[in-house]
Nanobody
Framework: VQLVESGGGSVQTGGSLRLSCASK????????LGWFRRDSGDEREGVAL????????EYANSVKGRFTIIRDSTKGTLDLQMNTLKPEDTGTYYCAATKWVGCSFQEREYNHWGQGTQVTVS
């Protein structure tokens, strides 16, 4: 499963960005999908995830009410709508996928990762 993120960029505090993740060879409908981020040398932090079958969505406390994870099954894409951005949202954002139905924000549960896209909020 090859994942490719897009949509990163620079934005001012309070602005919005929409990230997108697509797979070149899988439609991702049977995967749990997550967005993670990393700032500088820190560990990757789970931001949002959507479970297999879309019955479960989870968000990090720091982004609740501001970020929305969206799976488009017809396109086979995963988006992250980010509103009211803050400087602490700055980082490299990664899309990740796993077949594990009990997926959480544990990095080790995900065995497919994108290359990341940079988000800078100033």
């Amino acid at each position: 499963v090859q994942l490719v993120e897009s949509g990163g960029g620079s934005v001012q505090t309070g602005g919005s960005l929409r990230l997108s993740c697509a797979s070149k060879n899988y439609r991702l409908t049977t995967y749990c999908l997550g967005w993670f981020r990393r700032d500088s040398g820190d560990e990757r932090e789970g931001v949002a995830l959507i479970g297999v079958g879309d019955g479960r969505r989870e968000y990090a406390n720091s982004v609740k009410g501001r970020f929305t994870i969206i799976r488009d099954s017809t396109k086979g894409t995963l988006d992250l709508q980010m509103n009211t951005l803050k400087p602490e949202d700055t980082g490299t954002y990664y899309c990740a996928a796993t077949k594990w139905v009990g997926c959480s924000f544990q990095e080790r549960e995900y065995n497919h990762w994108g290359q990341g896209t940079q988000v800078t909020v100033s």
